[in-house]
């Protein structure tokens, strides 16, 4: 396998939190085998042929291509107990190659060969017996369509045919996958014999001792023609990442002049290299303002082609998407790297440390967490526990696995901690996972995960799936086979610009339930963020508030006869908590507090339940603030521009007329405002949502 190292090349973590260097991650999807099946299968059945049935083939079937025509002759070989090889070819000075002759692998005689000037030569029988199976195709053009047609075929045999458990052993379908072959290497490389290199793949996939879809002696050969490439490949990789690094750099350095806002930082190894170089610029810095109350740093991707660490800071904007923060690539994984990536992205935002951070499992980051990020709170994203599950406990687990994966589901949203103490020691107990290294990685880090233990951390919907998409779609934007650092960093420019760029297309809500509060709302909020209330707002019909003897109020569904959520209102504050957390947990009301203001004849929510971070407005709020920080009272200004603009609104539906005039009005206002001078020593300063001060 030869390397290549032109390209670029970004691959997933593989290997596990736990600690152990012969434990990795094969994550659900990356391959054919893993998409067909949620637990480990054989290799022989992940690599058999497809089930439908192949057909004999016959003079004058028609093909689209002579390589079409090849993989039908092969997976009709395979069925067969043999297989085939390409013979002679004819060529036309008009048609190109017409004629294209498949045989059997066994077809013709070997011919003699001067034997090796050697003391001991080897005596190699030959496989080929004279054998007359064949397949002839010859191209013609139909309609000035290319086509090819079976202009021959014999389907004699003059040897005996093989098995299916034979047949596999064949040269011509014994194939190591690039997977394999990575994983071969990295043993290889451990110091392991290829004896032991073919048990632990055995082991891993699961599958009986001689079932692998390759012999020993494949993996032998394959570690031999790479030992020399892998060596050269070294030496022009390490160049090759110096230089790279070198030229990112003075990129860096470049745009710093050209832009005063984008920042960049970096360190060298004691060989004066360039080590870990971390950047972000002037608009992410500017959003991290106002979104930057709860932050993703997702650590999943890694350069093989530069053993670089990719990590990306992310939050989440008032339309739910993923915003660009920062960006850090890292040699290593150690938790001292990981503190000074965390310290150089705090002060990039200008010393503002995030409420919550959200990453992957790591012993490292969470060290330098804990150490970098003293008042932050840390929360593991469920999706990176759930991407782990198979390659953790499908091959223990077997066909047990589906049951422990749904009950396991059920674990991660129980409310309560004592519920998902006792739930977690009876899963344990059933599946027979107590001595399991994987579980007790999980349960060591359950303060970070499960929903009873974060449900009062603030992470602003990050968690939902859409999250999760919008970051697949940076990440594709950005990870592909560039020939250098310079072409990946400014792809990263382009994509951060992509993600930071405002969402002025915003979508029409419809009012549904006709209460005041929706309406209210509806003028305030963000399209995604009155969605998410206006959702809470219609199924808070269904519930009842009952009045509690402290003082407090029961609220639960009108066809429930237990449970239910206490809810504590104090009118003199205008504050309500309600025990299932949700207005911490992401900055929205949920249906029980919104069901109890309803009772309390509550036609406006009072305003600190309008956050921010899901106002319409919080995209112009992305103001520079200078180093003094002038304080001014955001809330006025708020109030007031909320009480006009809603008032201006009403009033300008009534007609066509008006709302014409209000609307040529208001354009020219804006750009009357936005030609006025700033006078730079009175800045606003509208303090961000949820940002602690470190």
């Not at 036609?603 to 992305?622: A, G, N, T, V």
Request: aromatic share 12%; glycine share 4%; proline share 3%.
């Amino acid at each position: 396998m030869a390397m290549k190292p032109s390209n670029n090349i970004w691959i997933r973590r593989q290997q596990c939190p736990c600690g152990d260097w012969k434990c990795y991650i094969k994550y659900e999807g990356d391959d054919q085998a893993s998409a067909n099946s949620q637990f480990v299968k054989s290799e022989t059945s992940s690599t058999s042929l497809p089930s439908e049935v192949v057909f004999t083939p016959y003079v004058g079937q028609i093909f689209k291509s002579d390589d079409e025509a090849f993989e039908y002759y092969s997976n009709f070989a395979r069925k067969n107990g043999f297989s085939i090889r390409k013979a002679r070819s004819t060529e036309s000075q008009n048609l190109g190659i017409y004629r294209r002759d498949f045989v059997c692998y066994r077809s013709g005689f070997n011919q003699p060969r001067k034997k090796a000037n050697v003391e001991h030569p080897r005596d190699r029988k030959s496989v080929r017996c004279g054998c007359d199976a064949k397949l002839y195709l010859t191209k013609e053009i139909v309609d000035g369509v290319t086509q090819w047609y079976v202009s021959q075929f014999s389907n004699v045999h003059n040897h005996e045919l093989l098995e299916d458990d034979q047949v596999r052993l064949l040269p011509a379908y014994r194939k190591i996958q690039e997977a394999d072959q990575e994983r071969i290497l990295l043993l290889s490389k451990a110091g392991f014999p290829v004896n032991r290199i073919v048990r632990v793949l055995e082991t891993e996939k699961g599958v009986q001792p001689g079932q692998l879809p390759f012999i020993e002696k494949d993996v032998r050969n394959f570690v031999r023609t790479c030992k020399k490439t892998v060596q050269e490949n070294d030496a022009l990789l390490t160049e090759k990442r110096e230089n790279d690094t070198l030229e990112l750099l003075e990129s860096c350095k470049a745009l710093a002049e050209r832009d005063p806002d984008f920042v960049y930082d970096f360190t060298m190894d004691p060989n004066d290299k360039v080590e870990n170089i971390a950047w972000s610029y002037g608009n992410s810095v500017h959003a991290y303002s106002v979104f930057g109350d709860v932050v993703t740093f997702d650590t999943t991707y890694r350069s093989i082609t530069y053993g670089l660490l990719l990590g990306v800071w992310f939050g989440i904007d008032n339309h739910g998407k993923a915003i660009f923060f920062g960006c850090v690539l890292l040699q290593d994984e150690t938790s001292q790297s990981f503190a000074w990536a965390l310290q150089t992205f705090v002060r990039f935002m200008r010393g503002r440390c995030p409420q919550t951070i959200l990453t992957d499992i790591d012993s490292g980051l969470r060290d330098a967490i804990t150490s970098e990020l003293t008042n932050t709170k840390h929360v593991i994203c469920l999706w990176h526990i759930l991407s782990k599950l198979s390659s953790w406990f499908s091959l223990p687990l077997g066909p047990q696995y589906m049951d422990f994966k749904s009950q396991f589901d059920i674990l991660c949203h129980l409310e309560s901690i004592d519920d998902f103490e006792h739930q977690w020691r009876h899963l344990v107990a059933q599946f027979g996972l107590g001595s399991d290294k994987h579980i007790g990685l999980l349960y060591s880090y359950r303060a970070s995960w499960p929903f009873s233990c974060i449900r009062g951390y603030f992470l602003a919907r990050m968690m939902t799936s859409d999250f999760s998409k919008s970051l697949d779609m940076f990440f594709k934007r950005i990870l592909s086979a560039q020939t250098c650092l310079q072409a990946f960093f400014d792809q990263v420019g382009v994509a951060a610009s992509l993600a930071n760029q405002s969402r002025e297309n915003m979508q029409y809500m419809h009012i549904k339930t006709c209460m005041p509060i929706e309406e209210h709302a509806q003028s305030i909020l963000t399209p995604y963020a009155f969605n998410v209330l206006q959702h809470e707002m219609v199924l808070s019909l269904q519930y009842e508030a009952r009045e509690m003897a402290n003082g407090s109020y029961l609220v639960r569904h009108y066809k429930k006869m237990d449970g239910g959520c206490l809810v504590i209102w104090m009118p003199e504050e205008e504050q309500i908590h309600c025990a299932c957390k949700e207005f911490e947990h992401s900055g929205l009301l949920c249906r029980h507090s919104l069901r109890l203001l309803a009772v309390k004849n509550y036609f406006q929510l009072p305003d600190k339940y309008f956050p921010l971070r899901w106002r319409k407005e919080s995209s112009s709020s992305l103001i520079t603030m200078d180093d003094h920080n002038t304080q001014i009272n955001s809330d006025e200004y708020s109030q007031a521009f909320h009480s006009l603009a809603a008032t201006l609104l009403t009033e300008s539906l009534v007609s066509k007329e008006r709302f014409d005039y209000v609307h040529k009005e208001l354009t020219g206002l804006l750009d009357h405002v936005r030609n006025m001078p700033v006078v730079e020593e009175v800045a606003l300063n509208i303090a961000p949502n949820n940002i602690d001060e470190s």
